[in-house]
């Protein structure tokens, strides 16, 4: 069974298809001809995963009933149903709490979409919530002075609906301080999306944040909602935009200016009320006065700036952090508890983490398979950190000064020619660099790009 669901309409017709419809689709379906008995039956057994909503309804209107599931039964999936003349009341509802609406008269193919993508988004956030009080994710640990600061930003922010530039060097913790924010806004009962921007193909972003419509462009077999479009009333976490083609930029901007988004293969508009918050390692500062990114979106992003200061800068917290990724390691790996003695503490603080907090978790979790007994001591802590050190290089620390900054770029350009799939001008414009230039350093670099790397 696919999930069970409630059907409330006060034409007996429409819930008999509705029955028909989505039983023959694998559901489990009841119908209600009114709001007052639907509330009492989610009252008795909230067991329902979505309900299908008209707007108008007699007595208690749809509206309202919406008002009373999302406040009584926030993990319930409300799809309102409207006819003709109420589409701004349903568009209203999905403002209020809805997580879509179908307009009548209801088709078979866009009402089973439309509840397929509606239950897999209250599962990806009911399946993250859990995750994340099993793992004690989200907390942004740490009592020095920078941390305190970071959270009393985050608390002066997050009630509001400004836009925030989260900075930050690579596993940091910039997701987490986006999440920070969303969990204290009054959008935390609402979606929570994130994006990164470096890990999708850039042919595919635009359909990625806005979605398609059907026959939009080849595989496009049906259409299909974006991130923009499914986080609507909630947060919006594009990670590394830095990292988003130039000419998704500028959309991206007219988003942010009305609000409205266009999927691919259509021209109709589409309002949208998305919180935006982007994150990046780079300094998009430089980049936008130099004009490798677009500066109006890099001050339409930056209204609100918060630096994740880097592991270093606060080394105060590490045994803290430490000994969380200690025992939520044992947890996940079903083994018996671990601790580390204060010498092995020390030991980890102080140790640079070029990595951040991300390596050190990794660091932890390798500690907890591989400690011979309960106590974790300075001794083995020490010489996993030197088997680590070995793994990554063993001549890293003989290498020159122009030698490391040489197999830097060497791993640049190679990153760079992998996300762009070999397309040199692509690479060029990542890289900053004009293109007769890139292959000028890649020779003197030994690389041969029309080889391929």
Known sequence: MKGRVLVVDDERNICRMLEQTLELADYRVESRHDAESALNLLEGDAAFDAVLLDVRLPGVGGLEALRTIHEKHPDISVIMMSGHGSIEDAVQAVRDGAADFLEKPLGRD??????ENALRLRSLTLENRDLRAAAGEGELLGRSPLMQALRERIGQVAPTDARVLITGES???KELVARALHRSSGRADRPFLAVNCAAVPAELIESELFGHVRGAFTGATSSRAGVFETA????????????????????LLRVLETGEITKVGTHALQRVDVRVVAATHQDLASQARTGTFREDLFHRLNVVPLRVPALRERGEDIPELAEHFLRLSTQRQKLSPRRFDRRALRVLGRHPWPGNVRQLRNFVERLAILAPGERIDEAFVQAELEAVVREDGPQAQALTLREIV???????????????????????RRLGLERAHLYKKARALGLDLRGGI
């Not at 990670?239 to 930029?249: A, F, N, T, V």
């Not at 197999?407 to 690479?427: L, T």
């Open 406 to 428: 040489a197999q830097a770029e060497r791993q640049a350009i190679a990153a760079a020619v992998r996300a762009a799939d070999g397309n040199m001008s692509e690479v060029a």
């Open 110 to 115: 866009k009402t089973l979409l439309t509840l």
């Open 232 to 251: 609507d009333s909630g947060t919006l976490f594009l990670d590394e935009i830095g990292d988003m083609p130039r000419p998704m930029q500028a959309k």
């Open 171 to 173: 596993g940091s913790g």
